[in-house]
């Protein structure tokens, strides 16, 4: 009627061997987060009082969320104050040791595995880590999309972190957009291996950060595989070097003045000025080529250019 909840979650700590915990309810959570964040805090405070030698009290505690920290609020009673008492109609089950290792070998990976896992593959962070493992479509698909980059020739550490920046990026934004949780990841028309060509594409110089999001906004649209769309829309980086001296000489026309002072700041060694004119030129000429040149290649060709104009 409401649409609110509460939530009464249990959680007990055992040393190895020791047998089991004392169970502690946490009462009248009001949010899956405060769930996990209660259970988290009560696994720290059982933990340590067991690792000093103490013993944990048999209780129910309050969630105090202005403090992010369980508060005592009252001591459980014996067993028999909760008039416990045997289900009639379902007899004792004791599982034997064969049944176990069915279960055991049916078990999928699970969340906390996983976490585990790929950060020790992919060298991530705790935090990037539990952002990929919030749902499993959302996990399998970035293990998709970094298997693929493998297959690429990108190292996993490289590939893991270059799909969690797209995927938390980017993908993050296209869901929340449409108002889908994390699950839905395989529904916006993206396949992991088309991220992984996109991502190769970028790491490997041939298209731009801005060429690559225009790539990935084609292929959401279903316009083909991002390789084609890079060479049809003629998107991808130029490296030419007839093309590049060619978008140096646009913007050294049409920046006349600049050229003439970073001359003129060349000859009398004023370096801080030739640096911050030369790389203003080199954004010029990079706007020339359509935001297409090579960086690098500019800069080594407005370089160049000026250098022999100065008769260096």
Not at 78 to 94: G, K, L, S, V
Not at 221 to 232: R, V
Not at 236 to 254: H, N, Q, R, W
Request: aromatic share 6%; hydrophobic share 40%.
């Amino acid at each position: 009627e409401e649409g609110s909840m509460r939530c009464d979650a249990n959680v007990s700590v055992n040393l190895a061997g020791a047998g089991l915990g004392t169970k502690v309810e946490i009462k009248n959570l009001n949010s899956s987060r405060f769930v996990r964040l209660g259970l988290d805090h009560e696994i720290a405070r059982q933990t340590a009082i067991l690792e000093k030698g103490g013993s944990v009290k048999a209780e129910t505690r309050l969630w105090n969320e202005n403090r992010d920290q369980t508060e005592s609020m009252r001591e459980k009673g014996a067993a028999n104050d909760y008039r416990f008492f045997p289900e009639p109609d379902i007899p004792p089950f004791e599982p034997d040791a064969a049944f176990l290792a069915e279960l055991e070998a049916s078990m999928v990976e699970l969340p906390y595995d996983r976490e585990k896992r790929l950060s020790a593959e992919y060298g991530l962070s705790r935090w990037q880590v539990s952002s990929i493992c919030e749902e499993k479509l959302f996990a399998d698909f970035f293990e998709e999309s970094v298997s693929a980059q493998n297959r690429l020739g990108i190292a996993k550490s490289t590939a893991g972190e270059r799909s969690f920046v797209w995927m938390s990026g980017e993908i993050r934004r296209l869901l929340n957009q449409k108002g889908l949780g994390a699950e839905s990841v395989y529904s916006l028309g993206l396949r992991p291996e088309q991220l992984a060509s996109i991502i190769a594409m970028t790491l490997e110089g041939r298209a731009s950060s801005k060429a690559a999001r225009l790539v990935f906004d084609a292929c959401l649209a279903g316009e083909g595989e991002p390789e084609a769309i890079l060479k049809e829309r003629g998107w991808g980086i130029i490296t030419d070097p007839a093309a590049i001296s060619d978008a140096v000489e646009k913007a050294f026309k049409s920046e006349a003045l600049a050229l003439a002072d970073v001359l003129g700041a060349m000859l009398r060694g004023d370096a801080a000025k030739t640096k911050a004119l030369s790389a203003y030129l080199v954004g010029k000429a990079i706007a020339a080529s359509g935001g297409r040149a090579d960086p690098k290649l500019v800069k080594e060709e407005v370089q160049r250019c000026i250098e022999e104009r100065s008769g260096k």
